[in-house]
């Protein structure tokens, strides 16, 4: 969330949440995953986005492959990291692949 929270701190522009999870995409408009192990985390989205106009759009999982590459990084460098104005090594190959069209 700490992520979240500093690009939202950091622009003005209109958040876009993209996921290839269709549960979690429908948890950002009804109460699906509040009950569950993640719905602190839910919560905590729903907190963020409320301070902000935010679209959701539900992307393939061949089209997320940079979040996939980012998260195996953090469980085996076991660290988070923000980036401002530049890319991690560990995706540059791939960062210019899985760019998605966002219509708003």
């Known amino acids: 969330m700490q992520h979240m929270a500093l690009a939202i701190q950091h622009s003005d522009l209109p958040v876009i ?5 269709s549960e979690a ?6 109460d699906g995953l509040v009950h569950s192990r993640y719905g602190h985390i839910v ?4 907190d963020l986005l409320g301070s902000r106009e935010f679209s959701s759009q539900k992307i393939s999982r061949l089209q997320n492959s940079v ?5 195996k990084y ?4 076991q660290a988070t990291a923000v980036w ?8 540059e190959d791939i960062w210019p692949l899985d760019c998605n069209t966002i219509h708003m």
């Open 17 to 21: 949440v993209q996921t290839d999870s």
């Open 25 to 30: 995409l429908s948890s950002l408009t009804n």
């Open 43 to 46: 919560l905590e989205i729903k």
């Open 67 to 71: 979040a996939d590459r980012l998260a």
């Open 74 to 77: 953090s469980r085996s460098e």
């Open 84 to 91: 401002l104005g530049s890319v991690p090594s560990c995706i």
